[in-house]
Nanobody, 123 residues
Framework: EVQAMASGGGSVQTGGSLRLSCTHSGFTSDYSAMGWYRKARGNECEVVTTISSTGTTYYADSVKGRFTVSLDNAKNKVYLQMNMLKSGDTATYYC?????????????????WGQGTLVLVSS
């Protein structure tokens, strides 16, 4: 299993937009969903959003209405469109794949993270 890798971060002003990409090894019966996570300066981990291979989604209250997750199964990619960015969205963003219930507990796992991508939102 190849670790998922996030990319597309950068610096943006408050109210701006960014689209993050995650490359993963593909969906299987055991790895049937993807999750996006973020770690801010205090290293606290937050589940941002999850999406199943069939398109069922979950969003954290903090990003509902501003972030949209989508799949491109042909390319084994998952995207996170982030609009109306706030300073509180500043963090390193990671992605991972696995069963949906496991993804919701991913922040509590000791498993190493793949490549993350830094998003810096400034006023």
């Amino acid at each position: 299993e190849v670790q998922a890798m996030a990319s597309g971060g950068g610096s943006v002003q408050t109210g701006g937009s960014l689209r993050l990409s995650c490359t993963h090894s593909g969906f299987t019966s055991d790895y049937s969903a993807m999750g996006w996570y973020r770690k801010a300066r205090g290293n606290e981990c937050e589940v941002v959003t999850t999406i199943s291979s069939t398109g069922t989604t979950y969003y954290a209250d903090s990003v509902k209405g501003r972030f949209t997750v989508s799949l491109d199964n042909a390319k084994n990619k998952v995207y996170l469109q982030m609009n109306m960015l706030k300073s509180g969205d500043t963090a390193t963003y990671y992605c991972d794949n696995g069963p949906p219930a496991w993804l919701m507990r991913r922040c509590d796992m000791a498993d190493p993270w793949g490549q993350g991508t830094l998003v810096l939102v400034s006023s």
